[in-house]
């Protein structure tokens, strides 16, 4: 008999009798103002949080918060002008000296403070980990109220990995004293874009 | 079976000698719990969610084996190779033979109690493969040649000068910093280092979705995703009760899971693994360690429903009080102490007695645990087996024989009396366990016994 099979077969043996799933209709958000809600508690989780109406006021924003003679990539379209334009097919470890990321999340939710990062809105699996600062742009009409619409939307999801990302990397190990920046982005930086042109990207 | 050194109750009593550290690492931890409330009060469904998140982990006990052939199928057909290990030794040796098979030596691993409990580290440095833990925590733990002392905060029984003291050893840091900012900065430079040097990386698994075969890595730091994203190989060890069984689960478990935890909305990273990347190789590792052997005990197996929040241990008065490495076991605190004796009863006998029986943990716990109602009846299996140590067994009998006649327990009482009001350094002592940290209370003159025979007839009407 195989490990595989004694485990199971003991798994079998042992398992108690049926016990029901629960339903899960109750669990919705009741907010409906999302867009005032992710700020907030973007913020609280130390984050920054802007509300803008298009690309140049973002452009703008980037060259204000950041240092523009670093490297800067992005997997976006419309910021392709200004900055790198992250390639797919290098070795993710080149991405080393990145020092802001730009790039865009399919979902946020407003409970948590959360974005929604599938691999393509990634361009690669280590982007929003290995930049010093990662910036995401969420056009407004897709934060949802809570994690419970996010999975509804998110179905079973056509990725290879995708990714919860709710603020800068932070540790409170020593002491428990609050850090940002442990081994990812030492700060994050949310443009809510509420505008009625739709992204190309999607 | 091995039986502990020295048992939770010598162990606490180094550690509060310093009582100075003890009210910190208490009053540190009571902040902690202050905060998951605060969360929860945020959440008008909490109770409900606690409910269906036990609903939920009961339907995944019932149903485990169908859970697993559901899960093994999907993970295997989105491209990731698939093992099983019964217990330390076959984990152990399997992540090795991957390694070996690539001709790496070099490994950075994120946290994972399952990879603790097994001895991982220890294990492939004897082989030659050289493991760096990168949660900032683990990492300290590890270069002071420590485990974790709690399962979220691997670190807090340590203060920042100590921590400062390690980094100088060990890292070369200036002599007396102590600051958290500069000795994180300092770690996150030596680290990243590591993650970009290293071709195999190792995480835990929080929750595995059986219907899509991917399977979620919760971490504040980011350690998870700079290892498994740079790596060439990467391996996820789980234990078997990890399963849920659809993606839409998730919502319920990552609403609890961090504010139980710390009191955050959410980790800052939910990490969905479901398939390599171009040009990488994953490994999953499905570990049983005792898992089976629980979930046939039907009184203790609920202990497997745990997601290792660690809210139990931030609102234990005996955790905060006497530090997570006097459990001597990976997991501390009242989860540990039920955990712990289904993996060796005879090692752990003394973690159920290290418990004031409260009942807080089961207050707090996110999937609706009875932990206290299991650490009173591991208790009673403890000393029905012979477990116990010989001062309990010894007191229990005493305490038996006194209470089995009306005769016994009045002269008992009287001796008892007189010993305190007369002869009270005969029991204030060190012979005496109960005497340690206390004073004996004083004694009354008479037993309510005595009292009601001189007045109780006169005075009821």
Redesign the interface.
């Given at each position: 008999m195989?490990?595989?099979e004694?485990?199971?077969a003991?798994?079998?043996?042992?398992?108690?009798?049926?016990?029901?799933?629960?339903d899960?209709s109750?669990?919705t958000g009741k907010n409906q103002n999302v867009v005032q809600t992710y700020s907030e508690?973007f913020t609280g989780?130390g984050g920054k949080a802007f509300r803008v109406k298009g690309f140049a006021e973002i452009k703008h924003l980037i060259a204000e918060n950041f240092d523009t003679s670093q490297r800067i990539i992005t997997s976006l379209p419309e910021l392709s002008d200004v900055f790198e334009r992250l390639s797919m097919d290098i070795d993710?470890?080149t991405f080393?000296d990145v020092e802001v990321a730009v790039i865009e999340a399919e979902l946020a939710?407003a409970?948590?403070?959360?974005v929604w990062l599938p691999?393509q809105r990634m361009g690669?699996?280590?982007v929003p980990?290995?930049c010093q600062h990662l910036v995401v742009v969420i056009p407004a009409e897709r934060i949802v109220p809570?994690?419970?619409e996010?999975?509804?939307k998110?179905g079973?999801?056509d990725?290879?990995?995708?990714?919860?990302?709710?603020?800068?990397?932070?540790?409170?190990?020593?002491?428990?004293?609050l850090?940002l920046?442990?081994?990812?982005?030492i700060s994050m930086t949310v443009f809510v874009l509420e505008q009625d042109t739709i992204l190309n990207t999607d | 079976m091995e039986k502990a050194e020295k048992d939770h109750a010598a162990l606490a009593e180094e550690f509060i000698k310093d009582e100075e550290r003890v009210d910190w690492h208490d009053g540190a931890l009571w902040w902690i719990r202050q905060k998951r409330d605060m969360a929860a009060k945020n959440i008008p469904e909490w109770e409900a969610l606690r409910e269906a998140a036990s609903q939920i982990k009961n339907n995944v006990l019932s149903n485990l084996h169908d859970y697993l052939l559901e899960f093994e199928a999907n993970v295997t057909k989105n491209g990731i190779k698939v093992h099983w290990a019964a217990d330390a030794e076959e984990h152990n040796a399997i992540v090795y033979s991957i390694l070996k098979e690539k001709g790496i030596e070099q490994m950075v691993k994120s946290k994972s109690m399952l990879t603790e409990e097994c001895h991982l580290n220890e294990y492939l440095i004897e082989r030659g493969i050289d493991v760096i833990n990168s949660d900032l925590g683990e990492y300290i733990q590890q270069l002071d040649n420590e485990p974790p002392s709690h399962i979220v905060l691997p670190c807090i029984h340590k203060r920042k000068e100590e921590i400062g003291e390690i980094f100088h050893e060990h890292l070369g840091t200036e002599k007396g910093v102590s600051d958290p900012t500069t000795l994180t900065r300092f770690a996150r430079r030596h680290l990243r280092n590591v993650f970009v040097t290293r071709r195999a990386a190792l995480t835990g698994v929080n929750f595995a979705v059986a219907e899509t075969g991917e399977y979620v890595v919760c971490t504040n730091e980011g350690n998870a995703d700079m290892g498994a994203h740079l790596s060439e190989v990467q391996i996820s060890s789980m234990g078997i009760e990890k399963i849920i069984p659809q993606k839409k689960h998730l919502g319920i478990f990552l609403r609890l899971l961090a504010r139980s935890a710390t009191g955050q909305p959410i980790t800052i990273y939910s990490s969905h693994f479901k398939k390599p990347r171009k040009g990488q190789e994953m490994h999953l590792i499905l570990v049983d360690m005792g898992r089976s052997r629980q979930l046939g005990r039907p009184d203790f197996r609920d202990s497997l429903k745990c997601i290792r929040c660690g809210s139990c241990m931030n609102t234990c008065p005996v955790y905060r009080k006497s530090g997570g490495l006097s459990y001597h076991n990976t997991v501390a605190g009242p989860i540990g102490a039920i955990l712990a004796p289904n993996l060796d009863m005879r090692k752990h006998a003394d973690l159920p007695f290290a418990s004031t029986l409260c009942g807080s943990c089961s207050n707090v716990c996110p999937v609706k645990i009875n932990i206290h109602e299991q650490l009173y009846k591991w208790r009673q299996v403890i000393v029905q087996e012979g477990y116990a140590a010989n001062t309990k067994v010894l007191g229990i009998k005493a305490m038996a024989w006194t209470l089995s006649s009306p005769t016994s327990y009045s002269t008992i009482g009287k001796a008892g009396r007189w010993v305190l009001n007369n002869i009270p350094f005969a029991v204030n002592n060190k012979f005496n366990p109960w005497y340690k940290q206390r004073d004996m209370p004083d004694s009354p003159k008479e037993s309510f016994g005595e009292w009601y025979a001189k007045h109780g007839k006169d005075e009821v009407k």
């Open positions: 195989s490990t595989r004694r485990i199971l003991d798994v079998l043996k042992n398992q108690p009798s049926a016990s029901p799933l629960p899960m109750a669990f508690v989780i993710p470890h080393d939710v409970e948590n403070g959360a691999e690669q699996r280590i980990y290995i809570t994690l419970h996010a999975y509804a998110i079973a999801g990725y290879g990995f995708a990714a919860f990302i709710g603020g800068p990397s932070k540790t409170a190990d020593i002491e428990q004293a850090v920046g442990a081994h990812g982005p | -």
